[in-house]
């Protein structure tokens, strides 16, 4: 079956701690996003990547950082510096600028 | 720019009754149209979509919207309300156009449905 997987499904991090979240696709798109999700926010662009090796910011990129080395994969580093890092983030796969399709999310907490 | 405006981030509405759940669009170029569906700790569906093709789309499950430019609007309707229906809608635009295509997403509307 062709999609989006998403893991851990759940991930708790320490206080300082880098964090890396997994994103595959096997649906072929060259485009790949990552969004974060709060309470009463709606999705807000984190990365997003158009092809392989190249990447740009969204609206909330600090404390985050991506590599898109294949086109399969586009993995999201949490980092210390990101000051509230507790939230629902939903990788995404689509063809540039058509409909995106979901991977079913990671819930990080910090604790 | 791009942006979405979703009004209302609660609906309820009774089982059987019409479901209207409201967007509005902001676009400096053509837009492509999006309502996604999220149930509760997954991700989203997409519903349906507008690519600038006929003004009336039909989605999946009964939904369908109506694109008007003079409104810049693109709400979601549903004839009659089922109890699976309740869950959480995401409308989003796409500037095909411009150098940003990645999706921009409203706040969401979460929507209730009473027996």
């Known amino acids: 079956d062709g999609g989006i997987t998403q893991s851990p499904k759940y991930l708790f991090r320490k206080e300082g701690q880098n964090v890396t979240l997994s994103c595959e696709q096997n649906l072929n798109h060259d485009a790949m996003y990552w969004y974060r999700q709060d309470p009463g926010q709606g999705l807000r662009l984190i990365y997003y990547?158009?092809?392989?090796?190249?990447?740009q910011k969204g609206d909330i990129a600090e404390g985050y950082s991506v590599s898109r080395e294949k086109k399969e994969s586009f993995p999201l580093t949490v980092t210390s510096a990101q000051k509230n890092p507790t939230a629902f983030y939903l990788c995404?796969?689509?063809?540039?600028?058509?409909?995106?399709?979901f991977g079913q999310g990671t819930r990080l907490t910090v604790v | 720019a791009q942006s979405v405006t979703q009004l209302g981030s609660h609906v309820s509405v009774s089982e059987g009754a019409l479901v209207l759940l409201r967007c509005n669009y902001s676009s400096s170029v053509p837009p492509y149209l999006f309502w996604y569906v999220q149930y509760p700790n997954q991700g989203l569906q997409l519903l349906l979509k507008y690519t600038s093709a006929a003004t009336l789309v039909k989605g999946i499950n009964g939904f369908e919207a109506e694109f008007k430019k003079s409104e810049t609007s693109f709400h979601l309707t549903k004839p009659s309300a089922h109890m699976s229906d309740a869950a959480e809608y995401f409308c989003?635009?796409?500037?095909?156009?411009?150098?940003?295509?990645?999706?921009?997403f409203g706040s969401g509307t979460r929507l209730q449905v009473q027996p």
């Open positions: 990547s158009q092809i392989v090796n190249d990447f």
């Open positions: 989003a635009v796409s500037g095909v156009d411009t150098g940003r295509r990645a999706l921009t």
């Open positions: 995404a796969s689509s063809i540039v600028g058509q409909e995106a399709f």
